[in-house]
């Protein structure tokens, strides 16, 4: 394990993180080549509820409009009634069991790269609770912690001008010390359905966090033990066909519209994490939407959102930053595609009078959204410039998030059609 570095999270506080991936510029973006292949129909495996109705129209109406055949439609017994959150030991015995048994059947698992979850899976697994035996060195690290703080309060108290440095080197000494007491307590264990399913072939990987996803900037697929996993869900039954409906409309058409991208006028910053990175992010996914694409694109620069009826025709819109307030800006045209860059917008995913972004958005139209089950700090947000980028490429939605999102086993869901390509090519 790499040493911590402290980056921040959406709201600019500092969190220890353990990986790092290099994004290549936005000159080598424009360099790549075309997509040479796609995922099939046949490599995806619908998730259902058999024992909610709602769930089994869904997984059977995704195989009539995409070819997938009924019988990648594994049926779980999970209860009639709606549920967000699945304790771990249930979601290891009535989810992840099941569906590793089927991946690992003879003739039919072997060829799936993708999972479909559906309405009627929960969409939140508990963390694991803390880790057993260890209860001595929990009370050794919380005694050193004590001392640490100890200290800070010793160096405010008796000489507040002490050297920023020596400051810094015994919060970062507490920080480190923390971050072990909340891996053996289990702190920050749980994730969403989705994304710990993406592991669900893995073995022995440590449930603190998040686990770097394997398929970043490699070609999906390649690994045999990381699953793409996408989610058709949402605030109604008709809703969530729609994302169906909706993404094929848009293929046969072509996407049009309007391209609304809001940045927050951040003065860049290479620093991977920063919000100044992911602001120019936004800038440079303007500059490359209106080089790739027929798209019209418009641009909001300052701390202002948006304003309430002023994007008509949405076809892409990406942006920062309110919290659980969506404004309601944006007319979708079909196949419109996009995300919020904020914290726990897909919390109350199936709730259509929510005011978060997903299951607004979805309420209003938008037919492929992403968003958080709970604080996913910002560094695990795919960069909306690659993100999109790989759209422009031809791949399809499933993929283009797995080419460019960083982490497994952590927060995120990915709703819509993975076999969406808003920019399918010829």
């Given at each position: 394990?790499?040493?911590?570095?402290?980056?921040?999270?959406?709201?600019?506080?500092?969190?220890?993180?353990?990986n790092?991936?290099?994004?290549?510029?936005?000159?080598?973006?424009?360099?790549?080549?075309?997509?040479?292949?796609?995922?099939?129909?046949?490599?995806?495996?619908?998730?259902?509820?058999?024992?909610?109705?709602?769930?089994?129209?869904?997984?059977?109406?995704?195989?009539?409009?995409?070819?997938?055949?009924t019988?990648?439609?594994?049926t779980?017994?999970?209860?009639?009634?709606?549920?967000?959150?699945?304790?771990?030991?249930?979601?290891?015995?009535?989810?992840?069991?099941?569906?590793?048994?089927?991946?690992?059947?003879?003739?039919?698992?072997?060829?799936?790269?993708?999972?479909?979850?559906?309405?009627?899976?929960?969409?939140?697994?508990?963390?694991?609770?803390?880790?057993?035996?260890?209860?001595?060195?929990?009370?050794?690290?919380?005694?050193l912690?004590?001392q640490?703080?100890?200290?800070?309060?010793?160096?405010?108290?008796?000489?507040?001008?002490?050297?920023?440095?020596?400051?810094?080197?015994?919060?970062?000494?507490?920080?480190?010390?923390?971050?072990?007491i909340?891996?053996?307590?289990?702190?920050?264990?749980?994730?969403?359905?989705?994304?710990?399913?993406?592991?669900?072939?893995?073995?022995?990987?440590?449930?603190?966090?998040?686990?770097?996803?394997?398929?970043?900037?490699?070609?999906?697929?390649?690994?045999?033990?990381?699953?793409m996993?996408?989610?058709?869900?949402?605030?109604?039954?008709?809703?969530?066909?729609?994302?169906?409906?909706?993404?094929?409309?848009?293929?046969?058409?072509?996407?049009?519209?309007?391209?609304?991208?809001?940045?927050?006028?951040?003065?860049?910053?290479?620093?991977?994490?920063?919000?100044?990175?992911?602001?120019?992010?936004?800038?440079?996914?303007?500059?490359?939407?209106?080089?790739?694409?027929?798209?019209?694109?418009?641009?909001?620069?300052?701390?202002?959102?948006?304003?309430?009826?002023?994007?008509?025709?949405?076809?892409?819109?990406?942006?920062?930053?309110?919290?659980?307030?969506?404004?309601?800006?944006?007319?979708?045209?079909?196949?419109?595609?996009?995300?919020?860059?904020?914290?726990?917008?897909?919390?109350?995913?199936?709730?259509?009078?929510?005011?978060?972004?997903?299951?607004?958005?979805?309420?209003?139209?938008?037919?492929?959204?992403?968003?958080?089950?709970?604080?996913?700090?910002?560094?695990?947000?795919?960069?909306?410039?690659?993100?999109?980028?790989?759209?422009?490429?031809?791949?399809?939605?499933?993929?283009?998030?797995y080419?460019?999102?960083?982490?497994?086993?952590?927060q995120?869901?990915?709703?819509?059609?993975?076999?969406?390509?808003?920019?399918?090519?010829?």
């Amino acid at each position: 394990m790499k040493k911590d570095t402290l980056k921040p999270n959406i709201h600019g506080e500092k969190i220890p993180i353990v990986n790092k991936h290099l994004t290549s510029p936005l000159l080598a973006l424009l360099l790549l080549g075309p997509v040479v292949s796609a995922l099939d129909p046949e490599e995806i495996l619908i998730i259902s509820n058999g024992n909610n109705s709602h769930s089994v129209t869904i997984a059977q109406h995704y195989c009539s409009k995409r070819g997938v055949p009924t019988d990648n439609i594994l049926t779980l017994s999970l209860g009639a009634e709606l549920s967000y959150t699945i304790t771990r030991a249930n979601y290891e015995k009535q989810i992840a069991e099941p569906i590793r048994e089927r991946l690992l059947s003879p003739g039919t698992g072997g060829q799936i790269k993708c999972l479909l979850t559906t309405y009627g899976i929960p969409i939140k697994v508990q963390g694991r609770g803390p880790l057993k035996g260890l209860e001595n060195k929990l009370k050794q690290l919380r005694g050193l912690a004590e001392q640490e703080r100890n200290k800070i309060e010793q160096l405010n108290t008796n000489d507040p001008g002490k050297s920023a440095r020596q400051k810094e080197k015994v919060n970062r000494k507490l920080k480190q010390l923390q971050y072990e007491i909340n891996r053996i307590t289990g702190k920050e264990t749980g994730a969403s359905v989705d994304s710990e399913l993406s592991m669900v072939l893995s073995s022995n990987y440590e449930l603190y966090r998040w686990q770097p996803n394997i398929l970043k900037n490699n070609s999906p697929g390649l690994s045999l033990n990381t699953l793409m996993v996408c989610r058709l869900d949402g605030p109604g039954t008709q809703i969530i066909k729609g994302l169906v409906n909706k993404a094929i409309a848009a293929e046969k058409t072509g996407l049009t519209g309007v391209a609304y991208i809001d940045s927050r006028g951040i003065a860049e910053n290479n620093n991977r994490y920063s919000l100044g990175y992911f602001d120019q992010s936004l800038r440079e996914l303007a500059a490359f939407t209106r080089l790739r694409t027929e798209l019209t694109v418009k641009e909001e620069r300052t701390e202002e959102l948006f304003a309430a009826g002023t994007c008509p025709r949405t076809a892409i819109y990406c942006g920062w930053y309110s919290l659980k307030t969506y404004i309601d800006a944006f007319d979708f045209v079909d196949g419109a595609i996009g995300y919020h860059i904020s914290s726990w917008e897909a919390v109350d995913l199936r709730d259509p009078n929510s005011s978060q972004w997903c299951p607004a958005m979805l309420k209003d139209g938008i037919t492929a959204t992403l968003g958080a089950v709970a604080e996913p700090y910002l560094h695990s947000f795919p960069e909306p410039r690659a993100f999109f980028t790989e759209l422009f490429k031809g791949r399809c939605l499933v993929e283009a998030y797995y080419h460019t999102k960083p982490f497994n086993s952590w927060q995120l869901v990915l709703i819509g059609d993975p076999l969406y390509r808003p920019f399918k090519k010829p």
